[in-house]
């Protein structure tokens, strides 16, 4: 018998630190399949964000380096332009990436900086004990939207994929989830081609993971994984949103 | 012919597997691990394919998958 | 005149930076420091290197964090209310231990306030104006000549200490012209083995400043307690007209040199007048002070603020019979000399004449 | 030797190139010297000065409330400036732009040019600077006018060096004023 | 039991600052204090009050600069990375005169750190972290009930001086439970004549900081430091166990709490040890501490952090021949009372028993 | 005769510090005109930004906050917030909110804050003499783009009304020009729109006005002015991007 | 009188809610308390530890380095905290999780508590920690049993108002398991 | 018949008032004002329309239009 699914090399065999049903265990395995497929454990310098992800170091075999609290983009370029053979990548959650960090974000994009960015959007501060994030959905309770996300003074959830898909700067945009078995064989099709975009040399690719947090969703894991589909897929339709095959820049 | 092996001590007893498997054969036990999660077990072996939907869907990579 | 070019302060920093092995700059414009982004953006080209102006201090200071990783020489500059902006990012980058250069050409605030000069961050700068018990050290240049040896000086402590090192000046350091004399730089040796480049061939590497397991954080911040010690070797200061002197005044950066003045005059009136200039305002020259407290009894601190230095002068020698006095100029003006013998000649006659 | 100088007037009327040109004249001698412009906050227009000081020694303060020396190319520059001037020192006025009757300082030398009228003859207005700067040097001998004029090639930017010989026409003309009165 | 509540830190402070009025709160989450926003979020509705989770610590203080402008009572909070990242903001509001609190329930540095107490924010809470000259009052609370009651008064000196307070706390004071009891607030009296409300019959008002014409910026810095001055008022400390006391332990804060236990350990054991607790960090008890040195010759500095409150102690008594020692724990861990009463004995044996 | 065209009351009579020909000076006469028009000077509170317009507070004769350089947006949030009544608008420039504001606004914009927001586009920092903006055009010559800009190190010049547009919590997105009495008639009236939505309490307005600084294009007011009409509006299209008549909230 | 224990163990043993029960049974008791949590930095699971003062008089450090008491409720806590107990202190041990020959430290009164056993009997083993709790009250005499009954109404949020009989039951269970020894 | 007035002293010379001018009647002299700008004048009153581009266009409302 033939082993047909293993740990990948590239992801350090070490327990996670993540509550039960909860995504960022499996986007770390994407993340880490690919850096094996595309050899890159060699060659990759990873920008840990400030969230539940924040010990991105600890699961992923290559070099890593912590950015503060939504800087992960401005981190990212900078190691990028100083070395700029390497494969680079953050690895950013909601709160990091379209609160704190919204000016970093989308320069970097506009930029085009050739970085590979992961953004998990679980609708949430995970980290924090589960407060309203950018992302969080319209009446969704948190512990600082405690009657419900009201768009009138909380604003509405922000569609990040969307806003970078209009910066001319970038060149792969998607949004994908891992609430089964279907879409996570898509995402992994994707988070490829976010790869390949840097590897080639084409510039600013960009995936946004719908995720599941059971623990500040207050739900079990399989209810929080079905979330997903149900209410977080109808307003963050998942697809690819650019990809433009022209040499980045 | 096909297996699927479970790395108990690193189940968090999520049930993800179990959403995942397309014949049904997974499910939670009530056996308790040493970090205190009930974990997830096969209860028929012989129906698996070996479609690895299962240990794709794990977010703690406890399944590994034989063919 | 081959070598002697006149120029102005804010392009002999940028022109030390490149020299001392510069070649990453990320910035945000903001006066009065403009001149440095704007040469950066003209020659750092030249050399190879990458200019970037960032969409904000935070994003600039977070980018030379990313750069320094790697090992590279990277600097950021900005003024005043930018510093404020970077000061997490400094925090950040001392408790991962990543080298890196800042300059301060400050300006007057709080607030917007205007362009003038003004020593108005010294706290800021010397005390770390960010979260946390950490320091930089921080160099104060005087003359033009100075912001370009003292910032190619910055970049191999920065290296050596694995810290951000910051180059506190102001306006009129920035603005003023001089003639400089370039030299070459000689690079310091010693192999970088923390930096991040890719795992090739060997086991990964971190760079962070989180540390949460028992214990661990206090052990972090006495190594870098220690380090900061050992800074110390490092403390610089310069002094004139110490010969019988009955009053020293104690200044830094810009007020300094205008003091150079107003102390040979007052020399020429017969004043035993000297003038203490420390260079390092971290690590502070106490020791420095303190010796020389023993044969000098008057002490006064010229600031370009309300009084900011003027503690670290009273913490040097304040603890014998010393006298500690200070003349202060709010940040929005800059004193003349004569206006500052005035100062100096009421301490003088007050202490050294009663 | 010490000299320091103030030079002012409104933006535009090139009053931070005559320092800059100064101050190269004095390399030139090997001179020790320092420049220090003070603009104002709008890009355009409002009020430019700038501060040099020559010295055989090192020089301390790059500023100076008393100067030696100012060349005021304006009325408010002037009234700014005029009484700061130390006694016996020498105050140069743009005579074109600010009328004779204004000048009334006591204990001080003066100096009015009448630029525009000069730089006219040598063929251009704006070549008014050059001629109040050659005046001001040939009055106080801080430098040679020889240095002054060989000072134009480092300070101006490589674009205007075509029009270095107009400069130095421009400078010779005010020197001439001063020597002989017209 | 009826007034007496069990609350918790966090939300002993944003109950005290409903009470006082504050119907305004922005902020961003961060660990340790989330309780206060979330508290905030819950009950700030019932009074009719407005919470806004902003995108940023930097947004945050900027949103309360704007209410604030209005005469609104508005607070914001965080832990030291975040308020690393208000500095600029805070400095803004100095300038403009622009009153708000802000609570730092800090955690370790540098960096991110950790989430265990820590003073290693002392100096920038003190001193400024941001650029200029400013300062801001600075308040100590070392229980729930302070917590809750200075608060309250923040508020009331924000109003007074218009100029923004500084609660500083830290993880430890924010988490632990406590009763409380609460009491009504006292409106002071006062009306506002200088808030942006629109210019309805009258001439059009204006909050800014930005001075440009000659010696403006110069003069309001002077006034503002005439204005610092004055906070003098305000100074409040606490003390326990002088009478007698040969060796006086001065702290603040968590650790001022955790020394309430040691102290009175080393009392019981005969040693004679005093504790003077600093409430305002800034102004500083200088004169208090000075008086009391013309009694006790030996007085030793605790800390949560390497070394920072112990300047001010050394300059309040340092100028006689009185002796400072320093304890400091750097962030990441608490000592116990037991832990600091070996230190305490260290010092109590050299100094007093020798 | 009758006086057809005269200074707005809502505008002090003090000359502008503008340099020659910059439209600034149009444009806060434009913002006057409509604070007269909607009898709003007993009403108004201006948030001045960081830029040339600093000043603002000199010729408005409204109550003035003056924000730290890019924050005008947050600035004014917590203004309107805590005076719903009031009439509240923010005057920014693209260094300002397209730069390091980029987070304040779009999260301002995405919370719908009733506020009006009267953004200047002149393709550079003016007050700090004339370096890169977000908004530079491709090739375009400024103090740190000396040898014009290029996308693949500085980025593309960014369209704010279209990301504006983007986000849901708008009400009203528009970019207009002054550049002629044609364009400067059509910028009035949809600046008045602007200002119809926060009166009638529609939500977020936001108006881009494309302007010129001669100063540091290097060109003649004349030159400049054409300038807009030849190479900004190609790039940057003149219309208005939302309208959302439904009751903002 | 002067009491000072810490509760801990995993995440979800209800170890906070047992400290926030004690510290209002002695408000109850007009005594001045003071209860500090520790948390790690997982949301779920990790260890998790509080820290409960009782005192007469004013309550000086709200930490603690060696407890009067120590309630364990696993393993990891008893390693941690058990040697932490002061001489002839009380450790409390969740015997449920805590292998008998695991508890040997010298100079210590020990209750072994088998809490899941008893928490079945009152008829949920969720109410482990009450039995518990209430053994812990009975043995240390630090509050009334009755004074912890009663404090579950202030501690317990109101949505679980409905299970108090059930956990009152559960520390009668435990209290009574240290008067007649099971 | 219209007519417009000029503020001089506010005048920056700028020109756009020309630019803006569908007559074509307006013009920047040689005429330079206190703070140094040369100003904008009218050459032929009479051809004015009174459409007010030009006092719309001026950045530094110079023109007043009469008609
Ligand atoms: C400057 C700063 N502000 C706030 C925080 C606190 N903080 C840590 S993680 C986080 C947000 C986490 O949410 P998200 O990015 O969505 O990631 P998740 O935990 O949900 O994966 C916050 C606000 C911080 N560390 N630094
Ligand atoms: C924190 C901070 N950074 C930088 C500056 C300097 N600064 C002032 S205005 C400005 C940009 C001006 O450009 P823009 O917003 O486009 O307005 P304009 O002057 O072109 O009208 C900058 C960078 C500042 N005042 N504060
Ligand atoms: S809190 Fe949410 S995001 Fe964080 S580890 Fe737990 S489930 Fe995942
Ligand atoms: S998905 Fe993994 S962790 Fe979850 S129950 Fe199945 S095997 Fe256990
Ligand atoms: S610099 Fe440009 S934007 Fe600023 S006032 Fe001058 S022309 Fe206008
Ligand atoms: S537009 Fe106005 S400022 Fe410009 S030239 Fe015409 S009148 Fe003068």
């Known amino acids: 018998m033939k082993q047909i699914f293993k740990r990948p090399k590239a992801l350090v065999d070490v327990p996670f630190h993540f509550c039960p049903g909860c995504h960022h265990g499996i986007i770390h395995r994407l993340v880490a399949e690919c850096i094996d497929r595309y050899k890159l454990r060699g ?58 960090g919204t ?52 604003g509405y959830p922000i569609k990040m994929a969307e806003v970078m898909a209009e910066l001319t700067g970038t060149t792969f945009v998607a949004r994908v989830a891992v609430d089964n078995p279907k879409n996570l064989m898509r995402a992994k099709k994707v988070l490829r081609r976010a790869f390949e975009t840097q590897i080639k040399g084409k510039g600013f690719s960009f995936v946004e993971f719908l995720s599941a947090c059971p623990t500040n969703w207050k739900m079990s894991p399989e209810r929080a994984t079905r979330r997903i589909g149900e209410e977080m897929v109808p307003y963050f339709p998942l697809g690819i949103f650019k990809e433009d095959n022209a040499s980045g820049v | 012919m096909a297996k699927v092996k479970f790395r108990e001590e690193r189940c968090k007893g999520c049930g993800l597997c179990v959403m995942a498997c397309p014949k049904g054969i997974l499910r939670v036990s009530s056996r308790i691990n040493r970090s205190g999660y009930p974990v997830a077990e096969v209860q028929d072996m012989e129906a698996c394919t070996g479609c690895t939907f299962c240990a794709e869907m794990c977010p703690d990579v406890v399944i590994t998958v034989f063919k | 005149m081959a070598e002697i070019e006149f120029v102005k302060g804010n392009e002999a920093i940028a022109m030390g930076a490149i020299e001392a092995g510069c070649r990453f700059y990320f910035g945000y414009p903001i006066t009065p420091q403009n001149d440095i982004p704007e040469y950066m953006s003209r020659h750092l080209p030249e050399v190879g290197g990458t200019f970037i102006q960032a969409e904000s201090e935070i994003a600039s200071i977070n980018m030379m964090l990313g750069a320094g990783a790697t090992g590279a020489r990277a600097m950021t500059s900005s003024s005043s209310p930018g510093i ?53 050290i921080v160099l104060a240049p005087y003359s033009v000549q ?74 972090h911040n006495w190594r870098l307690y220690r380090k900061y010690q050992r800074m110390k070797r490092e403390i610089m200061y310069k002094v004139e007209f110490l010969e019988g002197a009955k009053l020293v005044v104690v200044a830094f950066g810009s007020v300094a040199r205008i003091l150079k003045s107003t102390v040979a005059m007052a020399r020429d009136k017969g004043m035993k007048v000297g003038l203490f200039r420390p260079v390092t305002l ?73 | 030797m010490y000299f320091d ?52 020694r090192e020089i301390g303060s790059p500023i100076i409330q008393r100067p030696v020396c100012a060349i005021v190319m304006n009325l408010p520059s002037l009234e700014k400036f005029g009484p700061r001037v130390r006694k016996g020192g020498l105050l140069v006025v743009n005579a074109s732009l600010v009328p004779e009757e204004e000048i009334r300082f ?40 020889r240095s002054l004029k060989k000072a134009l090639y480092p300070a101006l930017d490589r674009r205007y060096h075509k029009m270095i010989d107009m400069n130095m026409k421009a400078m010779d003309r005010g020197a001439q004023f001063v020597e002989k009165g017209r």
């Not at chain 1, 991105?56 to 290559?62: G, N």
């Open chain 1, 43 to 100: 060659s990759t310098i990873g920008v840990a964000s400030v969230g539940c992800s924040v010990f991105l170091y600890d699961y992923m075999d290559v070099d890593v380096l912590e950015a503060p609290h939504g800087r992960a983009a401005a981190v990212a370029t900078g190691v990028k332009r100083a070395c700029p053979s390497n494969f680079v990548f953050t690895y950013q959650g909601d709160g990091d990436l379209a609160a704190i």
């Open chain 1, 103 to 154: 000016a970093e974000i989308v320069h970097a994009a506009n930029r085009g900086e050739h970085i590979t960015v992961v953004f998990v959007n679980n609708t949430v501060f995970g980290m924090t004990g589960g407060q309203m994030a950018p992302t969080t959905m319209e009446g969704q309770e948190t512990t600082t939207t405690p009657f419900g996300r009201e768009p009138g003074t909380n």
């Open chain 3, 84 to 136: 404020s902006l970077k000061q997490e990012g400094i925090s950040y980058m001392c408790g991962s231990q990543i080298p890196g250069v800042i300059i301060n050409m400050s300006r007057s605030g709080p607030g917007l306030g205007g362009i003038s000069p003004s020593q108005g961050d010294y706290f800021q700068a010397t005390r770390g104006g960010g979260h946390g018990d950490y320091r930089t």
């Open chain 3, 146 to 219: 100075e912001n370009y040896d003292l910032t190619m000086k910055a970049f191999d402590l920065a290296d050596k200490y694995r810290n951000p090192v910051v180059v506190l000046g102001d306006a009129l350091l920035g603005q003023m012209k001089e003639p400089l004399r370039r030299h070459k730089y000689r690079k310091k040796k010693g192999e970088k083995d923390w930096i991040l480049t890719g795992a090739k061939g060997r086991s990964p590497r971190l760079l962070k400043s989180l540390y949460l397991s028992e214990g661990e954080l206090t052990e």
């Open chain 3, 282 to 354: 971290y690590p502070f020259p106490y020791a420095a002070l303190d010796k020389l407290s023993h044969k000098v009894r008057n002490f006064m601190a010229v600031e370009l603020n309300t009084g900011q230095m003027v503690e670290d002068v009273k913490l040097a020698v304040g603890h014998k019979k010393n006298q500690v006095d200070f003349y202060g100029r709010p940040p929005g003006s800059i004193p003349s000399p004569d206006e500052l013998l005035e100062e100096i000649k009421k301490v003088y006659n007050k202490r050294v004449k009663k």
């Open chain 4, 5 to 56: 100088c103030i030079i002012a007037g409104f933006g535009g009327q090139g009053v931070m190139v005559m320092g800059n040109i100064l101050a190269y004249a004095a390399i030139r001698e090997k001179k020790k010297v320092t420049y220090m412009p003070v603009y104002g906050v709008e890009m355009r227009g409002g009020t430019a000065n700038c501060t040099v000081v020559v010295s055989d």
């Open chain 4, 106 to 145: 006591r204990g001080l030398q003066t100096l009015s040019v009448p630029s525009r009228e000069l730089a006219l003859e040598v063929g251009n207005e704006r070549l008014a600077n050059m001629v109040v700067l050659g005046a001001a040097v040939q009055k106080s001998g801080v430098v040679h006018l």
